[in-house]
């Protein structure tokens, strides 16, 4: 199975999907039968919308740029997007739409966008005038003999909670926006029917700006505004002929982020609040709970999963649990206070999940994640180490690289597991993720230095990627490439026994620093 991470998200770019499909919808409207394919995913049946609008007689339109199709009927046109949940009804002027949320997405397979049958029927007989009934035990699609009733049927003001939609002309790239107050912050998203680039953002005095040239937004969305969040209020206005939104932030608000969500084209922004590492101030057993005493270590791939191989056949596999295990070792002769935890501590494949299960039903403190980078061929002018927090990749070379570590579910028994981590879903993971990033930033930085200082592997810096391993880990994390199989030089150190050595005691060193920086900070929070 061959994944694409985006951007974000998170965490993962769903790419076009090629598969098995089956004649058995049979489709019977205006006395006669036709034979309809479909896809099966997860239970739910997926017809193409071109197939379909051919069976009905209508018109159909595909914009491969933005990937969003539309069936025409004669006074209504029925709006789709590949991987999105939503779907928009507009009378035949283009005008008046009303968007409505799926419980599901649709997929495009072969440059053709599939849409989830059960669910979606109700909305096609929107645009025939009749209602359409889907036996999914059948397999057939009928007139049910009734006139659509539009306002039996579809709510066209429903509004989701602290989620605000036009219900004016699509012409507006900005046409809704949702705010959500999660654990670590608040989470905003910018409902867009056309996203021509994501809006720069800064913060100054209490207050969010993002900047919308060249952007169509609908004032009135913003006027339904209240309060949620971290944000107070939120104001639309014209500076200089620019239009720019103005959001007023409450106190205890740390930073913000945003991420362009390349599935449904929408823009978040994540607002992060200043919590530290607990909630309160913690005392007595309370305390104890977050000692620093438990350090996981995870030799990456293993098993059936050989990892990367390098240069006169080295194995990932082997140089990952070389160095996992001379670093746990270190710790355990100085550091008698603190409980090393191995995801694997021989040759044995485990599930990426697991991993992350394994730290957290240990209560971890620090998750050491030990791999080695490699390149499609051998490239003795690429080498070097890299160490790597959990957030949207935001370089080709960082999400090149989170494909190639993410790929090994490929070995797993259940790989479809992690479909569900949409980049939406991976932005809200590394959102929950921000109560431990100032931790993980720390010791990569420490990490970094101490690399240098000890390592004959030149370091290439402290980046930032989707890895699927790291999502399960709740505490802080990193991702650490020793270097890459594909150079000779960095090869022959990372396989030899005194290379390994030199790696363990640099990430030893930083461990040890982390504790002292850990244990100041839980001190001035009792």
């Known amino acids: 199975m061959k994944f694409r991470y985006i951007f974000v998200i998170l965490y993962i770019l769903s790419i076009s ?7 058995g919808i049979t489709v019977e409207l205006n006395g006669k039968k036709e034979k309809l394919s479909f896809v099966d995913r997860k239970g739910s049946e997926y017809v193409s919308l071109k197939e379909l609008a051919g069976i009905f007689g209508a018109g159909y339109y595909y914009n491969p740029q933005n990937e969003k199709a539309e ?31 799926l419980p599901i997405s649709t997929v495009i397979i072969d440059n053709d966008v599939f849409i989830p049958l059960p669910y979606t029927a109700k909305y096609l007989s929107f645009g025939l005038g009749k209602n359409l009934d889907f036996n999914s ?83 009135t969305v913003f006027n339904k505004f ?40 929408d823009f ?14 913690p005392v007595g057993v309370e305390r104890e709970k977050w000692n620093f005493d438990v350090i996981v270590i995870d030799a990456g791939h293993g098993g059936k999963d050989p990892g990367a191989i390098g240069i006169g056949g080295i194995k990932e596999k082997d140089i990952n649990l070389g160095v ?28 990426l999940y697991k991993r992350g299960k394994i730290a957290n039903e240990n ?29 949207p990749g935001r370089t080709d070379e960082a999400i090149k690289i989170a494909e190639k570590e993410n790929s090994v579910i490929e070995f797993e028994d259940n790989p479809q597991r992690y479909e569900e981590l949409t980049e939406e879903n991976f932005i809200l993971v590394s959102m929950a993720h921000s109560a431990y990033m100032r931790y993980s930033e720390h010791f990569s930085d420490l990490l970094n230095q101490n690399w240098k200082k000890n390592v004959e592997i030149p370091s290439r810096g402290i980046k930032q990627a989707g890895f699927l391993v790291l999502v399960g880990a709740s505490m802080p994390s990193v991702l650490i490439e020793n270097g890459f199989l594909t150079n000779s030089k960095d090869a022959r150190y990372m396989a030899s026994s005194k290379g390994q050595a030199s790696i363990a005691k640099a990430i030893y060193q930083s461990v040890v620093s982390f504790k002292n920086y850990y244990d100041k900070i839980l001190d001035e929070e009792s």
């Open 324 to 351: 996992a295990l001379k670093l746990g070792k270190m710790i355990k002769e100085t550091m008698t206070d603190v409980k090393i935890v191995y995801t694997r501590s021989d040759d044995s494949f485990v599930d």
């Open 17 to 23: 999907l090629t598969a098995q499909r089956y004649d």
């Open 71 to 101: 069936i025409k009927f004669p006074e209504y046109r029925v709006k789709f997007t590949a991987r999105n949940q939503f779907v928009v009804l507009t009378d035949r002027t283009g005008y008046n739409p009303t968007v409505y949320q």
């Open 137 to 219: 035990g059948t397999k057939s699609l009928t007139y049910s003999g009734e006139s659509f009733a539009s306002g039996n049927m579809l709510d066209k003001n429903k509004k989701y909670g602290a989620d605000y939609r036009a219900t004016g002309s699509d012409k507006y790239d900005i046409y809704g926006i949702e705010v959500a107050e999660k654990a670590n912050g608040t989470l905003v998203r910018f409902r867009m029917t056309d996203l021509k680039f994501k809006p720069p953002t800064s913060i100054r005095n209490d207050i969010l700006y993002i900047f919308l040239s060249g952007i169509e937004v609908d004032h």
């Open 268 to 281: 978040f922004i994540t607002i992060h609040n200043d919590k530290l590492i607990t909630d309160q101030k």
């Open 363 to 391: 209560n971890g403190k620090l998750f050491i994640s030990i791999h080695c980078n490699s390149l499609p061929r051998r490239d003795e002018n690429t080498r070097g180490f890299e160490v790597y927090l959990l957030r």
């Open 226 to 265: 209240k309060s949620a969040g971290l944000i107070k209020s939120i104001a639309i206005k014209n500076v200089d002929g620019q239009q720019q939104l103005e959001l007023k932030l409450k106190k205890g608000y740390a930073s913000h982020e945003s991420f362009i969500d390349e599935s449904s084209k």
